[in-house]
């Protein structure tokens, strides 16, 4: 993997290997795949964080499937979740009677994915699961499990494979963190 990366004075050191991610990918996708024999899963990523992930996981889904997308706003331009979160594009699909499989980047506070949960709970789906490549150790308020989680990371603000800075660096091919010398800086979805 690639080099230290310096953003607006912050610097982000190598930290899930590109190789890391899709080995992990193939794992959590056989568990779905196994999981949903028979069915027909709509999988929903949650944009923008999640399109590389999304993206990357379908293709190891060998179920018929379909995808759709909300997009949600919470964090600004900041490293710091704003506490607030705000539906930008709602589903298109049908939700009710069907096998909903919500796709996220990272569950920081959790906020993000109770908020679709209540959202899609309304909508009477035959059942509901959650899968994020990452999951920040110890911070989640949610009182329910991520059914399929990629990796557990400590609360440490990270970068690349979807995830932005300010709306940059999602192109990373690999996930960085912030080295801890520079983790009070200020700070984003
Ligand atoms: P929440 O705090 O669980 O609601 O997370 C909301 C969203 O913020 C996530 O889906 C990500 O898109 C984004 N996010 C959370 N933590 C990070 C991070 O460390 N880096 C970049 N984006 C993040
Ligand atoms: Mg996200």
Same mark, same amino acid.
């Given at each position: ?65 379909? =995808?759709? /997308?909300? !997009? ?8 710091? %979740?704003?506490?607030? #979160?705000? +539906? $930008? ?23 993000? =994915?109770? /908020?679709? !949960? ?8 035959? %059942?509901?699961?959650? #899968?994020? +490549? $990452? ?23 990270? =970068? ?30």
């Amino acid at each position: 993997m690639a080099e230290l990366i310096k953003i607006n004075g912050d610097t982000f050191e190598p930290f899930i290997t590109e190789e890391k991610i899709r080995q992990r990918i193939k794992e959590l996708a056989g568990r779905i795949n196994s999981d949903y024999r028979g069915k027909t899963p709509i999988f929903i990523g949650v944009l923008n964080g999640s399109f590389i992930f999304l993206a990357d996981l379908i293709r190891e889904i060998h179920v018929d499937c379909e =995808i759709d /997308f909300f !997009k949600l706003s919470s964090y600004g331009d900041a490293k710091i %979740s704003s506490g607030q #979160v705000t +539906l $930008l594009k709602d589903l298109n699909c049908q939700v009710e009677g069907r096998d909903i499989v919500v796709v996220e980047d990272i569950v920081d506070s959790g906020l993000s =994915i109770a /908020f679709i !949960k209540n959202i899609i709970e309304k909508e009477n789906p035959m %059942s509901l699961k959650f #899968v994020s +490549l $990452l999951l920040k150790k110890g911070i989640p308020k949610i009182d329910f499990p991520i059914d399929y989680v990629g990796f557990e990371i400590p609360p440490d603000f990270v =970068i690349g494979y979807g995830l932005d800075y300010a709306q940059k660096v999602r192109n990373l091919k690999s996930i960085y963190r912030l080295t801890p010398q520079a983790s009070t800086a200020s700070g984003n979805s």
